[in-house]
């Protein structure tokens, strides 16, 4: 069963704009991970944030974790057309053996 | 290139057929993961290898099975195969669990079921 959901599914704005997908899970974690997935092709990792911090950032991506909401948001800042793709969070925690993902996030930026 | 190799790319095949998926993880990579991603559909677990050993099982159906081989390669075994294991299957692996570090993807194998 999937443990995160992600809100919105779908989300289209364009070029330059900047974009923001939630992802909420069900248990506590350990860390909380992003991933982008171009269409029909792997996942890439973006960023993982650990349960002991509050707000990341990898180049134009900014991750903040809300442990005591059991929630995630992932802004991507001045988006590009590359950007169009579906985003996946993923949770880990301390003594399971496998990531849990969410429903993802469907990105279409517009040029 | 996330260092996780999968082969094939693609598979096709008919209804009742066997195939085998293979998977070289990361170098150093204990662990090795199988998802299933049905079209339009999220991740599905399958089943986490570690250091040679299975540890945990997901919505695997008994018709696939999967190993982890000494040098750490994975093979995922799917049988009788149905229409509906169309889908892509996805190998990741990680340094260490999941409740420590981040896992790393191939770019899938993609089975058409036919």
């Known amino acids: 069963s999937q443990q995160g959901e992600e809100d919105p599914q779908a989300l289209s704005i364009q070029e330059g704009e900047n974009a923001t997908m939630n992802c909420s899970y069900k248990?506590?974690?350990?860390?909380l991970q992003w991933y982008r997935q171009n269409s029909g092709r792997g996942l890439v990792h973006l960023i993982l944030?650990?349960?002991?911090?509050r707000e990341k950032h990898s180049g134009r991506l900014r991750v903040t974790l809300d442990t005591s909401k059991k929630s995630s948001s992932l802004l991507i800042t001045a988006s590009r057309a590359a950007d169009t793709a579906s985003y996946f969070c993923?949770?880990?925690?301390?003594?399971?053996?496998?990531?849990?993902f969410g429903t993802g996030t469907r990105l279409k930026v517009l040029a | 290139d996330s260092g996780v190799t999968q082969t094939p790319k693609h598979l096709i095949t008919a209804t009742g057929q066997r195939v085998t998926l293979r998977c070289s993880p990361r170098?150093?990579?204990?662990?090795v993961y199988w998802y299933q991603q049905s079209l339009d559909q999220g991740l599905q677990f399958l089943i986490q290898?570690?250091?040679?050993?299975?540890?945990a099982k997901g919505n695997i159906l008994e018709r696939f099975s999967a190993q982890q081989f000494p040098d750490l390669h994975s093979e995922l075994n799917l049988s009788s195969l149905e229409l509906g294991d169309s889908a892509l299957y996805f190998c990741a692996s990680s340094v260490d669990l999941p409740g420590n570090t981040e896992a790393f993807f191939g770019q899938g194998t993609r089975l058409t079921v036919v």
């Open positions: 993923a949770t880990g925690r301390s003594g399971t053996y496998k990531y849990i």
């Open positions: 290898y570690y250091n040679g050993e299975e540890r």
């Open positions: 170098s150093g990579d204990l662990s």
């Open positions: 944030i650990r349960s002991n911090e």
């Open positions: 248990t506590s974690i350990n860390n």
